[in-house]
Every structure is written in structure tokens, then in C-alpha cells.
């Protein structure tokens, strides 16, 4: 199956900095999902992304179908910002979103 | 806007027990789906489920898990005699088709605590 990679794995700010949170995947993906996982669990959907750029205040994600990879842009960061980052994939005929391991990021005063 | 909803938020049992979990997809969806995340790692697909049959499912959904839609709202994921390796985060999530192309909307999850 697909392989999903995440990096940085560990990510701190401060707040008001920009960050840039980076997905590579090992095949071509027919869905690319991005997640945030608030401090209570919960897994809030942020971008459907298998192609090209979207914006949704201040977020923003990217990804270059032919080169494997997403990138989710986060400016002017917030502490309500951190948690987990999550990327998803999923390629060729079933509907199993395979799941990075994930960016925790800590956004500081 | 509409959303998938899971109950309960948090589920303590014990080893041996049998567990239910409980999810509402959002009402004109089609697929629905199951997944786990232990505790500090990835999220994990379980199972799809599709016109009331398991369409995909992952070598982790053995003999000891079913899911059921036992009415036109309910989808359910029920484990049989629950260990503690199961005690995870469960996530329902559903998509309006079944195209891969699809977004899935994800549920708040159901912590299960297995003592």
C-alpha cells in the first residue's frame, strides 16, 4: 500500500510565526486529505487537496500531484493552532485513507 | 453544516466485554467507514462498509469486530470480547459516494478504555 511521510515530526513557534508542514507520498494519490487533531482528540478536517492549491483563512495547502508531496501553510499562528497534523492518502481502487504519523505542533506565547 | 456525531465520548470496560460503539454519518452519505488510533500513533483504517456489506476491510478487523447498520441513521462497530490492546481512539467517518476521489468526514471519536 501507500506510504505516507510526514515531517517535521516536532514542530514549536512562536506566535504569529509562519510554519510549513510537509506530506510526501510514495504513489500517486486519488485523495489527499489534511487533518488537525485538537488537544481533545478530535480530528478536524481541514483541506481535500489530490491537486493543487486551496486557501481557508489562515491556512493554506498545496500539493504537487507529480512530484508526491503536500504542503500545509499556516501564517500568523495561533495557540489554538497546536495539535497534531495529520495527511492522509489514498490511491488506486479501495477507500483506505492511509495516515501519516504526523506533525505535532505547539504554538507559544 | 452537517457532521458525523459518535457515542459515547468515552467508553471504560472490561477485558472480555463485549463493546458497542455507535455513529450517525451524515444522512445523505453512502459509505461509512471505522478507525483506530492507540495512543501516540497514526490513525489506522479498520473497515468500509457500503449497501450493507464490508466493502474493504484491514488485517487489524478480525472475527473479534462487526459493524452493523441496524437502521437508516445508526452505524455501529462492535467488538466481541474486547482486550487491552484494543483500547484506542475509534473514528467513524463517512463520504457521499464511494469514489476514492471522495472526502471523508471523520466523526469526534470514541475513546475505549479497556481495563
Known amino acids: 500500500g501507500i506510504q505516507v511521510e510526514q515531517s517535521p515530526p516536532d514542530l514549536i513557534l512562536q506566535e504569529g510565526a509562519n510554519s510549513t508542514l510537509r506530506c510526501n507520498f510514495s504513489?500517486?494519490?486519488?485523495?489527499l486529505q489534511w487533518f488537525h487533531q485538537n488537544p481533545w482528540g478530535q480530528l478536524i478536517n481541514l483541506f481535500y487537496i489530490p491537486s493543487g492549491t486551496k486557501q481557508n483563512g489562515r491556512l493554506s495547502a498545496t500539493t504537487v500531484a507529480t512530484e508526491r508531496y503536500s504542503l500545509l501553510y499556516i501564517s500568523s499562528s495561533q495557540t489554538t493552532d497546536s495539535g497534531v497534523y495529520f495527511c492522509?492518502?489514498?490511491?488506486?481502487?479501495?477507500?483506505?485513507?492511509?495516515f501519516g504519523t504526523g506533525t505535532q505542533l505547539k504554538v507559544e506565547l | 453544516e452537517p457532521e458525523v456525531t459518535q457515542t459515547p465520548s468515552h467508553q471504560v470496560t472490561q477485558m472480555g466485554q463485549e463493546v458497542i460503539l455507535r455513529c450517525v454519518p451524515i444522512s445523505n452519505h453512502l459509505y461509512f467507514y471505522w478507525y483506530r488510533q492507540i495512543l501516540g500513533q497514526k490513525v489506522e483504517f479498520l473497515v468500509s462498509?457500503?449497501?450493507?456489506?464490508?466493502?474493504?476491510k484491514s488485517e487489524i478487523f478480525d472475527d473479534q469486530f462487526s459493524v452493523e447498520r441496524p437502521d437508516g441513521s445508526n452505524f455501529t462497530l462492535k467488538i466481541r470480547s474486547t482486550k487491552l490492546e484494543d483500547s484506542a481512539m475509534y473514528f467513524c467517518?463517512?463520504?457521499?459516494?464511494?469514489?476514492?476521489?471522495?472526502?471523508?468526514?471523520f466523526g469526534p471519536g470514541t475513546r475505549l478504555t479497556v481495563l
Open positions: 492522509a492518502g489514498l490511491t488506486g481502487g479501495g477507500n483506505k485513507l492511509t
Open positions: 504513489d500517486s494519490v486519488n485523495n
Open positions: 462498509f457500503y449497501n450493507n456489506e464490508i466493502s474493504e
Open positions: 467517518a463517512s463520504s457521499e459516494e464511494g469514489w476514492n476521489t471522495d472526502t471523508q468526514y
